[in-house]
């Protein structure tokens, strides 16, 4: 492509001379051996000259977090797919768990041992994908600068799909009820102050278009809380519920933070693999068919829901199960719940994090989970009283 390129911009430029036009700088340029490094050629190539992935007999796939909850379920759209040849590759931190999802997924996914750290790896996996998906972490710097090095200098389209998280908007002011729209404030999201959660990686995942637009495609998925079993290969539970849950088992008693009217979004882990399937779908067939980078922050709600009713149901659930002594909830601070259970448990719990996911439904996104919020609990509540058993 390079080639073709130069071929054309010689004969533009010997054309103009012939005529009698100069052009500063041309005749320095063309006598220079070195003329490739005084051109930015990944930025000067038309998009529309550049090959659709769609006509790759073959597309390279590497993934990070495939035994997570959200990168488990990703990787299930990929191996469903049935109008694309994946060729998947993903990074575990263990030989066990290298076996184990090779297994899984019945021998479809190839496997590198490593971490977020193994960043020569990282940089030889991500240089031969065509998709990258990075789901292991919001908030690793060193891996996602490798990705910005790689992916803003390479000279063939590659997809990259970013799980952020919407605690970049949470806030602890309990009458800001604002809700946030990926379309509407998409300014507000690129503007947001840097002391926010992750979004600096944010930013510089974001910002790979601007470096390299004719071939990186790079979008954010910062979903809401998220619910639901994963299709996933390894760890199939979310975390905010469950831990509520078993935290208030081992207090006897179901807690909430303050007053506990704080309201945040959810989805439902399946609709937000039809998100990314859909997304990525649109894209190996047209790369420009959907927002990306700055443009392309995509949200992932379909309910809304205020904590306090929550410990509401989840009281009354486990008092009837015999697994707490009441169904009185017990108001804790956030010194109280840290010194009770030895972590930080306040932030998931006493913010507001509002979303609309304009953007996803403008595509076509359909969720078909909305409303299924509510009887997940029950789910929740009996996987922890006896895991194992199918519900």
């Known amino acids: 492509m390079k080639l ?10 010997l054309s103009s001379l012939c005529c009698g036009l100069i052009i500063p700088g041309i ?4 006598l220079d051996n070195n003329w490739d ?11 529309f000259v550049t090959p659709e992935l769609s006509t790759k007999s073959e597309l390279n796939v590497f993934i990070t977090g495939a035994t997570g909850y959200i990168g488990g379920q990703f990787l299930h759209e990929i191996l469903h797919d049935k109008k694309h040849n994946f060729k998947v590759r993903a990074l575990v931190r263990t030989e066990e768990k290298a076996q184990k999802l090779f297994y899984k997924t019945n021998c479809e996914v190839y496997t590198v041992i490593g ?7 990282l940089r030889e996996e991500i240089s031969k994908a065509d998709i990258v998906i990075n789901a292991a972490t919001n908030n690793h710097l060193p891996s996602t600068q490798v990705m910005d090095e790689v992916i803003s200098t390479k000279t063939s389209t590659t997809i990259l799909f970013h799980i952020a998280g919407v605690s970049v908007l949470s806030t602890r002011n309990q009458s800001d009820k604002y809700v946030w729209s990926d379309i509407a404030d998409n300014k507000r999201i690129n503007e947001l102050p840097d002391d926010r959660p992750h979004i600096g990686i944010d930013r510089l995942v974001m910002n790979m278009k601007n470096k390299n637009p004719a071939y990186a495609r790079p979008i954010v998925i910062s979903p809401a809380l998220i619910y639901g079993t994963s299709h996933g290969y390894d760890n199939v539970h979310s975390v905010q519920v469950p831990l509520l849950v078993r935290k208030s088992i081992e207090l006897g008693q179901v807690f909430t933070i303050d007053d506990g009217e704080y309201d945040w979004s959810n989805v439902h882990i399946h609709d937000l693999g039809a998100m990314f399937r ?3 779908h649109k894209l190996i067939h047209n790369k420009n068919s959907v927002k990306t980078g700055t443009e392309g922050y995509y949200f992932a709600e379909t309910d809304n829901h205020t904590w306090i009713d929550v ?18 909830i017990a108001h804790l601070t956030e010194e109280e719940s840290d010194k009770l259970f030895g972590s930080p448990l306040s932030s998931l719990y006493n ?7 304009d953007l996803a439904r403008s595509y076509g996104w359909e969720p078909s989970h909305q ?15 006896h895991p194992g058993d199918d519900y």
Not at 351 to 357: F, G, P, V
């Open 4 to 13: 073709l390129f130069f071929h054309a911009f010689v004969t533009l430029c």
């Open 27 to 30: 005749r320095d340029l063309l």
């Open 37 to 47: 490094k005084h051109l930015p050629i990944n930025n000067i190539i038309p998009w």
């Open 115 to 121: 971490d977020l750290d193994s960043l020569d790896l």
């Open 278 to 280: 859909l997304l990525l």
């Open 311 to 328: 410990s509401v149901r989840a009281s009354e659930l486990l008092y009837e199960m015999d697994a707490v002594n009441t169904t009185e």
């Open 351 to 357: 913010t507001n994090a509002l979303t609309k996911a």
């Open 371 to 385: 409303g299924e919020f509510w009887k997940s609990i029950e789910v929740t509540i009996a996987d922890e009283l």
